[in-house]
């Protein structure tokens, strides 16, 4: 147990029958305690640890779970990576007798977003998106145009020789990506000569021809267009690009694609919250030369941060943590922590930090998402003994439950 910390899901928390209204967190993660071994003076540490988290729950999610947590000091990214590729090499070599071949693919969090709009890809089919605004920003398409004029994107992907989509299933793909904000969805089925599609009248014969070219678009692909902002474009073809990687059976279940994201924003603007958060965690480091940033463009630092993709799911994630105080004030203060409440919630940290702290860094692998990916398991309840329900429920012993007034009134508490 811990000290409750903004580290990014809500804490678990444990009232103490000895501190009066004071109260423990369950650790989300090792993150603090680990990096406290590391300026102690600790060079490696390595643990199968147990972690709580209390979000909403999917297929991949489990309240609680394992981690196979690792910190290292005097360490780069690079030297994790490559330690935590002979870990994975050596887990599916003698799990499941899997050769892979090493190093890993590495995609930047830029380049991941930009090709498949997600940062956590699957790569294991192609299908990549295309960003076609400069191309058809001056058609006779007014929408294209409006959205190009007004700082957004038009981007698309290819579905090859997709003429097994009928006219009802591109309809239900125009209410799938309205889910993820798209205002419409374009579609055109290549023929030899033409289109078909609706659009299709709105473009000049080159312009089809150039988007053609663009797409490298054969006769029986559907290409499907969304024009809008960057990320609702990103959000939307990168999940249509899965609805239809699964549905034109386009994925080898038994194909193991790993890729490494790296080069993170270091944080992103919260329109509820109406500041910046950290992407990761408020201790990840910064690209030196992205400092100046800090100030003019906090959304533009880049983090060092990176985490391991397989197939489609993020299997580990880690980074390269502050090791100076000046620096972790900084990141506070684009936080928008003033200095009592940094003081307050993370004051052990920054007392470490001024002993000399080494750099230093670190990666988790979550251990039961892990073992679904490799069992095949439709969620991660499949390979967890007495996992919980989607509604965080444990069917077995019927928790959460009710306890008596004796227990609440030695903790002081009263159920409102």
Same mark, same amino acid.
């Given at each position: 147990m811990g000290k409750?910390?903004?580290?990014?899901?809500?804490?678990?928390?444990v009232?103490?029958r000895?501190? @009066? !209204?004071?109260? #423990?967190?369950?650790p989300?993660s090792?993150?603090?305690f680990?990096?406290?071994?590391?300026?102690?003076?600790?060079d490696r540490?390595?643990?199968i640890?147990?972690?709580f988290?209390?979000?909403d729950?999917?297929a991949?999610?489990?309240p609680?779970?394992?981690?196979?947590?690792?910190e290292?000091?005097?360490?780069?990214?690079?030297?994790?990576?490559?330690?935590?590729?002979?870990?994975?090499?050596? /887990?599916f070599? %003698?799990c499941m007798?899997?050769?892979?071949t090493?190093?890993?693919p590495? +995609?930047? #969090? &830029?380049? *991941?977003? !930009?090709?498949y709009?997600?940062?956590n890809?699957?790569?294991?089919?192609?299908m990549? /998106?295309?960003?076609?605004?400069?191309i058809?920003?001056?058609?006779?398409?007014k929408?294209?145009a409006? %959205? &190009?004029?007004?700082?957004?994107v038009?981007? &698309?992907?290819k579905?090859?020789?997709?003429?097994?989509?009928?006219?009802k299933d591109l309809d239900?793909?125009?209410?799938?990506?309205a /889910? #993820?904000?798209?205002?419409?969805?374009?579609w055109? @089925? %290549?023929?030899?000569a033409?289109?078909?599609?609706?659009i299709?009248?709105?473009?000049k014969?080159?312009?089809?021809?150039?988007i053609?070219?663009a797409?490298?678009a054969?006769e029986?692909d559907i290409l499907? =267009?969304?024009?809008?902002?960057?990320?609702?474009?990103?959000?939307?073809l990168g999940?249509l690009r899965?609805n239809?990687?699964k549905?034109?059976?386009l994925?080898?279940?038994?194909?193991?694609?790993?890729?490494? /994201?790296?080069?993170f924003p270091?944080?992103e #603007?919260?329109e509820?919250?109406?500041?910046?958060?950290?992407?990761h965690?408020?201790f990840?480091?910064? =690209?030196?030369?992205?400092?100046?940033?800090?100030i003019?463009?906090?959304?533009k630092?880049?983090a060092? *941060?990176y985490?391991?993709?397989?197939?489609?799911?993020?299997?580990?994630?880690?980074?390269i943590?502050?090791?100076?105080?000046?620096?972790q004030?900084?990141?506070?203060?684009a936080?928008?922590?003033?200095?009592?409440?940094?003081?307050? @919630?993370?004051?052990f940290?920054l007392?470490?930090?001024?002993?000399g702290?080494?750099?230093?860094?670190g990666?988790? =692998?979550?251990?039961?998402?892990? *073992?679904?990916?490799?069992?095949?398991?439709?969620?991660?309840r499949d390979v967890i003994a007495f996992?919980?329900?989607?509604k965080a429920a444990?069917?077995?012993?019927d *928790?959460p !439950?009710?306890?008596?007034?004796?227990q609440?009134?030695? +903790?002081?508490?009263?159920i409102?």
């Open positions: 409750s910390t903004p580290e990014g899901a809500r804490d678990y928390l009232p103490s000895i501190y @009066k !209204s004071m109260f #423990y967190a369950l989300q090792p993150q603090l680990k990096q406290l071994l590391m300026v102690s003076g600790f540490y390595y643990q640890a147990k972690c988290r209390d979000e729950l999917r991949d999610r489990q609680e779970f394992t981690q196979i947590d690792v290292m000091s005097f360490i780069t990214e690079e030297d994790i990576m490559n330690m935590m590729e002979g870990l994975m090499k050596a /887990i070599k %003698v007798d899997k050769e892979l090493l190093p890993l590495r +995609l930047t #969090y &830029a380049d *991941a977003i !930009s090709r709009g997600k940062d890809p699957d790569v294991r089919f192609g990549e /998106i295309v960003d076609l605004t400069a058809v920003k001056d058609s006779g398409f929408l294209f409006e %959205v &190009a004029a007004s700082g957004g038009i981007k &698309a992907i579905a090859e020789q997709a003429s097994a989509l009928s006219r239900g793909l125009q209410d799938f990506v /889910i #993820y904000g798209a205002k419409g969805l374009a055109a @089925k %290549v023929n030899a033409d289109w078909t599609s609706p299709y009248k709105f473009f014969p080159e312009e089809v021809a150039n053609g070219t797409m490298n054969k029986g499907f =267009f969304v024009a809008d902002s960057p990320k609702v474009v990103s959000d939307s999940n899965l239809l990687g549905k034109l059976n994925i080898d279940p038994d194909a193991l694609a790993f890729t490494w /994201i790296t080069e270091l944080m #603007y919260s509820t919250e109406k500041r910046f958060v950290s992407t965690h408020p990840t480091s910064p =690209f030196l030369e992205d400092l100046p940033l800090m003019t463009d906090p959304g630092v880049r060092k *941060a985490d391991l993709v397989l197939n489609g799911s993020e299997i580990g994630g880690g980074s943590r502050i090791h100076n105080k000046d620096v004030s900084q990141v506070f203060n936080l928008k922590l003033s200095d009592e409440d940094a003081r307050v @919630k993370f004051g940290l007392d470490a930090l001024e002993y702290a080494p750099p230093h860094g990666l988790a =692998f979550g251990l039961d998402r892990l *073992a679904m990916i490799m069992t095949k398991a439709e969620s991660i996992p919980k329900t989607q444990c069917l077995m012993t *928790a !439950s009710k306890v008596s007034i004796e609440l009134m030695e +903790l002081s508490l009263k409102v």
